[in-house]
């Protein structure tokens, strides 16, 4: 087993990665086990792969464990879900000795960790990710939250877990598309803060039969533990997290939820955002083909019937801008990120013709 330290102080907590790890979840949580009720929220075809063997491991080996599942989708994060859990946790008679896993991937964490972070003012929970995304970034970090009317994620907390539990396994059960297009944000760890990394990740996807998605997740996890330790509440490296998130989102919000996989629109927006950083006079061109050659393995979708304004609108709409200042992240070379709060609207808007 490989464990990474995020180091928070009293809140630090550990990453393990290990192949088979789910089934030896019993005596990993044992000396967590005091007798109290542990709540798995997950969606239920999760359950069913996944979730009830864990369910009854557990219970065989003395834990106290029952399950809340939710639907599958962003519509989970929603007020009437959070609500309905909130309920059903009090119906199960659950208190502040409960401990919740959470299995799923980014919207199951959310959700989760946002529930622990204010049921009776706060409670323990695991995360146990199972899709690349999840493993890579949203697990870690403790970013939890909810969507409203107005918009993504803007009901939330920092809230963080007391472990994250790592299967790479899971990934051979899900799409292939679906982990290829997670890759975007594995990218996005080696261009923001390991070179070699993005040169092996280009490496690797030059035959991604044999791509060691183990070893990937490994170092994107590092990665980001070292980050979160730095900067818990994104006060400036944490920012750098966000490459490739400023066009990525707003294709997302443009293109509609669902009709683009949130890794691609950051592969994508990465693509944008390395435009942005050569023509601004940070990275060199050579540097910028090399990052494009890099993304471009990923065969991304075509996406030509964007309009500038409304991405810029977008853009103007998102959390990253604070006092009306956008903090737009570039790369001064590859392996390092910077922000810079002066990029030009019309650079933004220009840059999207790499993607079309
Ligand atoms: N997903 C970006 C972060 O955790 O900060």
């Avoid at 180091?7 to 550990?14: A, N």
């Avoid at 980001?224 to 818990?232: G, M, P, Q, T």
């Avoid at 890099?294 to 309009?307: C, E, M, N, Y």
Wanted: aromatic share 6%.
């Amino acid at each position: 087993m490989k464990t990474i330290q995020v180091q928070l102080g009293e809140r630090s907590y550990s990453i393990n990665v290990e192949s088979g790890i789910l089934r030896k979840l019993p005596s990993i949580l044992s000396g967590q086990n005091h007798g109290q009720k542990w709540i798995i929220i997950s969606q239920y075809n999760l359950m069913e792969l996944i979730g009830f063997g864990l369910m009854s491991d557990l219970n065989e080996a003395g834990f106290k464990c029952d399950y809340i599942t939710l639907p599958v989708g962003e519509a989970a994060k929603s007020m009437n879900e959070f609500s309905r859990i909130i309920s059903q946790l009090i119906e199960m008679k659950c208190d502040r000795s409960t401990t919740i896993l959470s299995l799923g991937g980014g919207v199951v964490g959310d959700v989760s960790g946002f529930v622990a972070s204010s049921f009776m003012r706060g409670i323990q929970y695991y995360q146990i990710p199972t899709t690349l995304l999840a493993m890579v970034d949203s697990s870690i970090g403790g970013k939890t939250g909810i969507n409203i009317a107005e918009g993504k994620n803007l009901v939330g907390s920092i809230y963080q877990p007391q472990g994250v539990l790592i299967d790479p396994d899971i990934l051979d059960s899900l799409p292939r598309e679906e982990v290829i297009a997670g890759l975007g944000e594995v990218i996005k760890y080696g261009a923001i803060h390991d070179e070699k990394f993005l040169n092996n990740i280009s490496e690797w996807l030059d035959d991604i039969d044999s791509f060691p998605f183990a070893k990937a997740v490994l170092r994107a996890c590092e990665i980001k533990a070292e980050i979160v330790s730095l900067d818990e509440h994104e006060g400036g490296l944490r920012k750098l997290l966000n490459f490739g998130h400023t066009v990525g989102h707003a294709l997302e919000a443009h293109l509609g939820y669902g009709k683009i996989r949130h890794g691609e629109a950051v592969a994508l927006g990465m693509k944008c955002a390395g435009w942005v950083s050569s023509k601004m006079g940070f990275m060199s061109v050579d540097e910028n083909i090399s990052l494009t050659n890099t993304i471009d393995k990923l065969s991304l979708p075509h996406v030509s019937k964007v309009d500038p304004n409304t991405i810029l609108s977008y853009v103007k709409k998102d959390k990253k801008m604070r006092n009306g200042i956008l903090h737009f992240v570039v790369l001064n070379t590859l392996g390092e990120g910077n922000t810079c709060d002066s990029v030009p609207d019309n650079l933004i808007k220009e840059s999207l013709k790499v993607i079309q």
